[in-house]
């Protein structure tokens, strides 16, 4: 067990024939006191801060197993959101793909639908100009006829047995 400066302040000695100074021992042993329990103190001290670091060591560590799992949650929440977010853009690609592909054909429908009404309208206006040429036609020939004349000249006489 280590001394104390009690025991070093107690502590007697056998005196001998020819022994030291008394006076002089007790100095020294009171310098040796005071030089004891400022090294008793200092040890306090620093045993003391050293417990009071230690604690904030375990504090600091704490905080740091916190915050590396903290990291390692908010990458893998990351990793997670880019996960979804891609999934996402493929079914967001894929219907676009799907509403593109309806569109596309749609309107190869609707063309398709134009083009054969088209082709009805140029049919039936060729059909409506060949008959309105057969008309006119057969219009001109009744005028090229005899009988054309025959009413003209009647009429022309009508008109001047009237006046």
């Given amino acids: ?3 104390t400066p009690l025991d070093i302040h107690n502590k007697e ?3 001998g024939f020819r022994g030291y100074d008394e006076d ?3 100095e020294f042993l009171d310098q040796i006191i005071k030089d004891y329990e400022a090294v008793l103190r200092e040890k306090k001290d620093l045993f003391d801060r050293v417990t009071d670091l230690d604690e904030k060591l375990e504090h600091f560590k704490n905080i740091e197993e916190t915050l590396n799992k903290s990291i390692l949650i908010a990458q893998e ?3 997670e959101v880019r996960r979804n977010a891609q999934k996402e853009a493929q079914l967001i690609v894929k219907e676009a793909e799907k509403n593109a592909d309806r569109i596309i054909n749609d309107a190869l429908s609707k ?3 134009v083009m054969m009404e088209m082709e009805e309208l140029k049919k039936q206006a060729s059909v409506y100009k060949m008959r309105f040429k057969m008309l006119i036609e057969a219009q001109l020939e009744m005028l090229k006829t ?5 009413v003209a000249s009647d009429h022309e006489e009508d008109v001047y047995e009237e006046r």
């Fill in 1 to 3: 067990m280590p001394l």
């Fill in 13 to 15: 000695f056998t005196r």
């Fill in 24 to 26: 002089e021992v007790n």
């Fill in 77 to 79: 929440s990351a990793e």
């Fill in 111 to 113: 063309s398709r639908k």
């Fill in 146 to 150: 005899e009988d054309w004349d025959v």
